[in-house]
């Protein structure tokens, strides 16, 4: 991995062979918004300069500043967030990238300031400081402008901010409802939001997000980031065929440039940084389990390996993307135009038993649902996305109620 950061960092034909390498699908939005403008050496992205933000933390004391309308204020002697050192070991790579987790901006973000003026409404919609009295996922930041504004970062989606304040990184923040904040400010403010829009992010509920900006309605579940380095395909549909560090590394370069409207890119070093930090993402240790589910668990992993493990064969328990077809989930991402592929990759089940509400869209409450008959017939009233059947992904549901315990009880171990 700190051979191939030489190529993907210095060399723009190695780059753009793996782009094009990893696009499963080059015809939708994500592929042909890449191949138009990535790693073209004289035009596109290439020519973006390239942006070392002065970012800190959001806290509590900027949050007392707020609700006293007094401005932000950005220290202007505040360091870059990269020194501009090329790291030369795995953990240097991986403190690096830990640095742009939670403090490289994805953009301007005007409804933050408004979470953190009104806490009741941050609270309600998953934006809460940690125990340090810092708000993860939020910085101060200058922008490419040199303007002085909040914005978002990954944490604010893929770190998770417990009851004590205790923060786990990598862990979905099914808590953020990014709908009901934007709402709440265009209720508050009065400032108008388009009628259709706001329908849409009415839908969304907490941990769910429409990430493209496409027309399709196709909000999915923020996941877990556990497991990303056993996965052959990155994203729900399978958009991207995960080779190595250079396509995640691509990937995030393109997002973190995308994200902040293509007028700046992220020094190449901060994307390989993040993309090994990913890899390094563990999730913290399980509660343990009752001595009668413990019992049920032997059992329970036979199942699996007979029913499951054809297409959750990797060792996160992951796979290779399955026709939509097959697994019969509601097919709006997979055929959507923007990242669709006609596919599902089977999610890593790392922690599964933490990772509710199930499947791409985050249509099923309960493990023990996943695997319910009753959960496909239409009198079934559990979904958080309404009343009506759950189609698709009936792997299970038809065999005996012992047999089902098992597998839960196994697929709580994991
Ligand atoms: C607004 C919330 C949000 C933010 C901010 C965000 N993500 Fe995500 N992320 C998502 C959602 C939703 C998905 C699922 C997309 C899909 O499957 O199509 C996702 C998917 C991913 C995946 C693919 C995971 C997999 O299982 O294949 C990776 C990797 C990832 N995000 C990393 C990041 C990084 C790194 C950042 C910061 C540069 C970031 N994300 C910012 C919501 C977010
Ligand atoms: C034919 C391939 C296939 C088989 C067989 C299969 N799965 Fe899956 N599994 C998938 C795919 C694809 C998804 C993602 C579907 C989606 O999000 O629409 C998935 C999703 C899941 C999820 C949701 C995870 C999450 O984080 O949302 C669970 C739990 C799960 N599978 C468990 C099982 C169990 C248990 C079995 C065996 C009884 C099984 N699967 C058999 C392909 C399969």
């Known amino acids: 991995m700190l051979a191939e950061a030489a190529l993907y960092l210095d060399d723009p034909d190695f780059r753009r062979n793996a782009l094009v390498e990893s696009l499963a699908n080059p015809k939708n939005t994500y592929s042909r918004q890449r191949l138009d403008a990535y790693a073209l050496k004289t035009q596109g992205w290439d020519l973006l300069p390239e942006w070392n933000p002065q970012s ?9 500043e707020l609700r006293a ?46 979470a953190l003026e009104h806490p009741d409404v941050g609270e309600r ?3 809460k400081p940690a125990a340090d009295g810092t708000y993860p996922g939020v910085r101060l930041f200058s922008d490419v402008r040199g303007r002085t504004a909040l914005g978002i970062t990954c ?37 108008p939001v388009d009628p259709d829009l706001a329908r849409r992010m ?4 907490p941990g769910r997000a429409d990430v493209t900006e496409d027309d399709d309605e196709d909000p999915v579940a923020i996941p877990d980031l556990w497991g990303l380095r056993h ?18 590394a691509i990937r995030q370069e393109t997002q973190l440039l995308h994200s902040n409207h293509q007028k700046i890119r992220p020094p190449r070093e901060l994307a390989y940084a ?30 699996f390996a007979a029913e499951c493990k054809a297409c959750h064969s990797n060792a996160a328990l992951g796979g290779p993307p399955i026709p939509a077809e097959r697994v019969g ?13 006609g596919k599902y990759r089977p999610p890593a089940l790392v922690r599964v038993s933490a990772a509710a509400p199930y499947f791409h869209h985050g249509a099923v409450p309960t493990l023990e649902d996943v695997l319910s008959p009753a959960r496909l017939e239409p009198t079934y009233a559990r979904s958080p996305l309404g009343k009506g059947a759950v189609a698709g992904h009936a792997f299970g549901t038809d065999l005996p109620a012992p047999d089902r315990a098992a597998l839960v009880a196994y697929l709580r171990s994991l």
């Open 56 to 64: 800190v933390p959001a806290t509590t004391a900027m949050a007392g």
């Open 69 to 114: 309308h007094r401005p932000l204020a950005l220290d202007p002697a505040t360091p870059r967030l990269w020194d501009g050192k090329r790291p030369t070991t795995m953990a240097g790579w991986v403190a690096l990238g830990r640095e742009v987790f939670f403090g490289y901006p994805l953009r301007v973000e005007i409804f933050m300031n408004w």
């Open 125 to 127: 919609v998953g934006v």
């Open 155 to 191: 944490a604010i989606c893929h770190a998770s901010v417990d009851d004590r304040g205790h923060v786990v990184v990598g862990d979905a923040r099914r808590a953020f409802d990014y709908g009901a904040l934007r709402l709440a400010y265009h209720a508050d403010t009065l400032v």
């Open 202 to 205: 009415k839908t969304w509920g």
């Open 231 to 248: 996965q052959s395909a990155l994203t729900q549909a399978g958009t991207i065929k995960h080779a190595g560090p250079t396509v995640l």
């Open 274 to 303: 993040l993309a090994l930090f990913l890899y390094s993402l563990e999730p913290e240790a399980r509660a343990v389990a009752s001595a009668s589910e413990t019992k049920l668990v032997p059992r329970g992993e036979e199942l």
């Open 329 to 341: 989930t509601d097919r709006a991402l997979a055929f959507g135009g923007a990242r669709g592929t």
